[in-house]
């Protein structure tokens, strides 16, 4: 069952519409299976083959501290249940304040540090050249020879114009580049290079006559700014590097304003803006459905697990809590709310719940035997108590060895990754005794009777 809610939950990023993304929901319930079959089939052939010592025998009345400590918050969990469940309101209500204040961001420099030679060469292109993310207009006259249109041709110097003289927060349009900043710089070659002249031609046989001119003289740049049939043209739009999430509303007037200034003509948009805008944007849609996909999955095979609706609902909150809780904490600790840590949240839903089914599953077993909740409690505490603690600490190494990244994205989704893990440990260690002692606790039953559990 941990095998099956743990894929279903990475299984859940098959919905992305991100390719990348997508492949890892294939091929990590994959390997997740495997590991399951080899746990089920490998490892009962290599015990038979290599028999693990038998362990020396504890001495009578004495007890592991180990054992002792688990009891311990168990008896803490059941007697104090509505102190616990109190503490774990608290705690919600931080972790809801801390993302409701979160903002999506998504600047990939940041994750190389601003002493990597990349960031400083890309922040000496933005000031020295006014931008080094380029967003690409095409305009398509639908026409042949379109392009020699005088007016339209004054329109595009105009909107340059008018946009390099565009800011918004901290993005600003640095440099344009058109077909008209090529008529121009010809305009004023044939005019003795007189600063006057730099200016579009007026007329349509002018336009047809210095791109004439301009293929003729052995340069290739044409080719880069209009197609071949005259008919479309590139305007390139510079902008500083910047947080990509920034860029939608510099897209959204840049649009607005071509649609306003060219309504015969067909715009559309391109190149790394539109990219990072479109790729944010899906990943955005993408999150949405894989936690959707993953928390109904993961309740319906607890449900199907615990064979109650009550406990199977309730077993769904020591899962929450742990998740809430670390995109709560991002705000207070500084770390971005960005693609990497977006993740975090569908990785540790699968894999979080495997601590609550061997708790639940243990503590039913128990129940049935003895009655009680807090004997039920102590008994499951020391058996898979043990097994949940050593298995949390070697999932939560595992993902602290990110920590040791030089980029801070793969840093911070191993912090996030290894800290959640550990936390839903502490939440099931308290939270579950708890909840099982308002669910069970006056339903006590004598230990002679077996308990039906329906």
Known sequence: ??????????????????????HLGIVAPIGVMFAFFNTILLLPALLSLFPVKRPKPIPAGSTPLV????????NFGVRRAWYVIGATVILLGFSLWGISKLRLSHNSLDWLGDEHPLNISTKIVDKALRGSIPLEIVIDTEKENGLYDAQLIAKLDESARELEKYKRGPIFIGKVTSIATVLKEVNRALNENREEAYVVPDTNQLIAQELLLFEMSGSNDLEKLVSTDLR?????????????????EVLDDIRKH??????????????????????????????????TFALIVVTILMLLMLGRLSIGLLSMIPNLVPILAMFGSMNWLGIPFDISTMMVGSFAIGLVVDNTIHFLHIFRKSYDEVGDVKTAVQMTMTSTGRAILITTITLACGFFIYTAATMENTFNFGILAGSTVLLAMIVDYFLAPALMQILYGKKQLPKEQPAELT
Request: avoid cysteine; charged fraction near 10%; charge should be neutral.
């Open 1 to 22: 069952m941990t095998s099956l809610t743990t894929s279903a939950g990475l299984l859940s990023f098959v919905t992305a519409d991100v390719a990348s993304i997508a």
């Open 232 to 248: 479309q043209a590139r305007f390139t739009v510079m902008t500083p590097f910047n947080d990509a999430i920034l860029y939608r």
């Open 67 to 74: 054992d002792k400590t688990l009891t311990a918050i168990g």
């Open 258 to 291: 071509f649609d306003e200034n060219y309504p015969g003509v067909k715009i559309s948009t391109t190149g790394i803006m539109t990219l990072f805008i479109t790729t944010i944007h899906n990943i955005l849609a993408s999150m949405a459905k894989s936690y």
